[in-house]
């Protein structure tokens, strides 16, 4: 199998690309149970609970983020290569801008999210 590069990473609110995207994270989680009874001779034992997800997205501002409103409950599709993608809705939690007055650098967003419901 090959090697994928995030080169192709793109990050979709509803049908509209975000430009000046340079990153994004998904992480996917379930809530892991541990337990002992008087069956698991002195081990512990896990059970897989519920899932769920959350996430951040960033990149060089330019005013075409405002559809990232913390709050907001938005459709994202997540790019990880030409073909591949992650299909999610997801709640906004936090939407920060970074200015660097020092040196000047370009003005930086960054987007948390958390999901709502199943991710495909």
């Known amino acids: ?13 509803g049908a509209s690309e975000l430009l000046e995207v340079n990153n994004w994270k998904l992480t996917r989680k379930a809530a892991i149970h541990e337990y002992a009874t008087n069956n698991t001779e002195g081990y512990k034992k896990t059970v897989a609970g519920t899932k769920s997800g959350s996430g951040s997205v960033s990149g060089i501002y330019d005013g075409q983020c405002s559809d990232l409103t913390p709050g907001d409950d938005v459709a994202v599709k997540l790019y990880y290569s030409a073909a591949g993608s992650f299909d999610i809705d997801v709640t906004v939690e936090s939407f920060d801008v970074e200015v660097d007055i020092d040196d ?17």
Request: with cysteine; net charge negative; glycine share 16%.
């Open 1 to 13: 199998m090959a090697v994928g590069s995030g080169q192709y990473g793109t990050f979709h609110v």
């Open 104 to 120: 000047g650098a370009p003005v930086s967003w960054e987007c948390s999210f958390i999901t709502d419901g199943d991710w495909s």
